[in-house]
């Protein structure tokens, strides 16, 4: 299944009826200008359908042919008492008939009011969403909920009047790839109705927090290239689906037919996808990385047995093709981007593995305080904010229809957190062990390498005037491979920070065996969601570190250059 790019509207009811075309048009330039930067996104629309700015980006997402979802604030019926227009209500019927789906959030807690609703649905499109449609006169405003609300929670997360404690995460402090806005300046049917007095009716902009230039009319370079990474996902996933329909992992394999996947479904197939494709890449760049450090190795062997044993210049030559065909492997590796792919999907697989068994025990936004995707990776790189993009879009089913099912959490117990055997459990304890195996591999070839070269040096020492000269440089020889063996075994290790692999598996066994124990003394579901809560924020936060400590690690082979050179 491709991931969408999903705009989401906000903006005002009383639009001025002259404007009505105007507006429509920048809409469906919008969609234009999306679908010729990201061709392999199908784009979808999220919106609440009321009267005026809601209805118009709607009427305009069908006539481009875009996908329309619906997100009502409230039950259909209790909506609608906000209409004034009853041509208005017509168009709603009509519209979300034609919506693919339609959602009705619930409550955030109990007793809200109307205005918070207002709110609570503002915050759910901005955080649900890659770009914010926003129809507004630019002015600013204490509405709660109001467009202006929204166009600034989009941007800071904040808004004002709304239980601050809820909506308090690292998003405000950073620039991220959240705050994009396409901004249609229109007037209000009203007295001083007006836009803000720097801002012309029907003019149109992308506007973000970037303090030198927040307002532009091109699409700002750092969101261009969020959304071409998310776009080259898509053409991933589609160029594999054969391989990922056939053969990637499910999380809802074994599910019961009394579960509720409304949501699920959604996460399963993006893990997949990603999941699927993070082992395609991994694979590619495990063979470049091991082909060049093999290469690397026979440098050095072509070098020692130069200097040592056979001056011979074709040696030389071969030296020179396996440095070319190295560089040449290296060069390839990242212009195709196997490794940084890798480590991005590897990266949104793990996100989504953490969102998907969250929603299936009942774990929703109103126990996490923010959503999922909110304080992820956020203080990465910030081309890596496609992933929380991809985490937006493939939640917003499962944050919208939030469930609490105790038969659903115990199965979210045993497949994710599992036992010594099974769940991320068993998968942490088992690779914790593989990878000390390797390691000791390694601190043995050193061991092995430093004897080899005593036992010659004392041989040397001892025997050297009665070795014949053709017997020393064999020996010579030999110390100076096994040396290279260790020095190319150990920046292999290296590159694939195996060290800080086994630290992060002992870690990830450790929090995965406590969450185990936790969750078998709970007294209750909810105590047992808190757990779960805790466990998925760890994860969480240790797969935003291995994704940066992988970066710090990217395959340049200048010290395996040196190393085969046998200086």
Known sequence: MRQPLVVAVTGHRNLVAAEHDGIREHIRALFALLAER??????????????????????????????????????????LEDF?????????????????KVFVLPAGHAG???????AELGIFL???CHVLLAVWDGKESDKLGGTSQVVRFHHDDIMSGFPAKARVSQQMLIDDESDLVFHVVCSRDQPNGAPEHDLETLDWWWFTKDEN?????????SHERILARANDFNRDAERFSERIDAEAASLLTSTGASLDTRGLTELDAAFRSADSLAIHYQRKSLSALRTTHALALAMGVLFVVYSDLETNPYLLYLFLACFGAAALLQRFASRRGWFRKYLDYRTLAEGLRVQFYWA????????????????????QDPEVGWIRNAMRVAGITADATPKKDGAALELAIDEWVGDAESGQLGYYSQKGADRTRRQRLTESLGKLSLVTSAVVVVVLLIAAARLPDQAVAPLLMLMGVTLLLFAIRHAYAHAIAESDLIKQYRFMSRIFANARKRVDSSLDDEQKREVLMALGKSALDEHAQW?????????????????????
């Open 84 to 100: 004034e227009d009853p041509a208005a209500i017509e168009r709603f019927h009509e519209l979300r008939k034609a919506a693919n």
């Open 213 to 221: 230039e927040p307002r532009s009319k091109t699409l700002p370079p």
């Open 126 to 128: 901005a955080s649900h």
């Open 38 to 79: 990201c061709p392999d996104m199908p784009i979808r629309l999220l919106t609440p359908l009321a009267e005026g700015a809601d209805q118009l980006a709607a009427e305009a997402a069908l006539e481009c042919g875009v996908e329309l979802q619906v997100l009502l604030p409230m039950p259909a019926a209790a909506y």
């Open 112 to 118: 809200m009011d109307r205005a918070e609703r207002y």
């Open 547 to 567: 994704i940066m400590m992988h970066r710090e690690r990217s395959p340049d082979q200048t010290e395996i250059w040196r190393m085969g050179s046998g200086s």
């Open 360 to 379: 299936m025990a009942g774990v929703s936004q109103n126990d996490l305080e923010s959503y999922s995707h909110d304080n992820y990776l956020q203080l």
